[in-house]
């Protein structure tokens, strides 16, 4: 089975420049997290969608960052002036259900530096 | 206050040694909680669950206290496969939202 596959892997841009990952979770999983786990620390959520609709966007910076996820597949995240204090990486997960027996499973993730 | 706080370490320890690291979570509704393990620079991987009084695989041991509102995690017989970061993860009580700790950092040394 293949799993959660995110692009790019390494992007570096300056401060205020925007840029944009892309996500595409195992087939068939309907929940889809992005995550931002900055350097020493755990990954914190930033969206969850549920097929294309959102869940929880309540730790999202919504003046800069933006989520899509259009036919409940693939999703994409943005940021829009990006700032230093981005630099981090942005994980994404999928899980097949709701159900406590559904593991979530991440990508690689994308390593975003902002200079 | 935080939802899940873990001590970041690091831990060091021998090959052989037996390790816990403890995590606490502030919403004493949660019900489900998890161990992941993080390689550096790699994303993180499921190692356990922990859903009632704790469970065991091989060398790992999870237990939860709801009592006291903690989960530890038991590593006998320490590896040098084992460094990595073990991160607590709580599960929203009635919801889908995961919860991390900051990571705890295990380096076993030969």
């Known amino acids: 089975e293949a799993g959660v596959a995110q692009s790019p892997r390494y992007k570096i841009i300056e401060k205020r420049q925007s840029v944009a990952f892309w996500c595409n979770p195992i087939s068939g999983h309907a929940t889809l997290y992005w995550y931002q786990q900055i350097l020493g620390q755990g990954p914190k959520l930033l969206i969850q969608f549920q097929n294309n609709g959102v869940v929880d966007d309540s730790q999202l910076p919504k003046d800069r960052f933006s989520a899509e996820r259009l036919k409940g597949v693939d999703s994409t995240l943005k940021i829009q002036p990006a700032k230093l204090e981005d630099s981090a990486v942005y994980l994404c997960a999928s899980r097949a259900g709701e159900g406590y027996l559904y593991e979530q499973y991440f990508g690689p993730g994308t390593r975003l530096t902002v200079t | 206050r935080k939802e899940v706080e873990q001590d970041p370490g690091p831990f060091n320890v021998p090959e052989g040694a037996t390790v816990a690291f403890n995590c606490t979570y502030s919403n004493s509704a949660s019900q489900s909680f998890f161990w992941y393990r993080q390689d550096c620079r790699k994303e993180p991987k499921l190692l356990m669950s922990?859903?009632?009084s704790g469970n065991e695989d091989g060398r790992f041991t999870a237990q939860l206290n709801r009592a006291s509102q903690y989960i530890s995690l038991l590593i006998r017989d320490s590896k040098l496969s084992d460094s990595a970061t073990y991160l607590c993860?709580?599960?929203?009580?009635?919801?889908?939202?995961?919860?991390f700790g900051t990571g705890t950092s295990l380096t076993v040394i030969p």
């Open positions: 993860v709580v599960r929203s009580p009635g919801g889908n939202q995961f919860y």
């Open positions: 922990v859903y009632s």
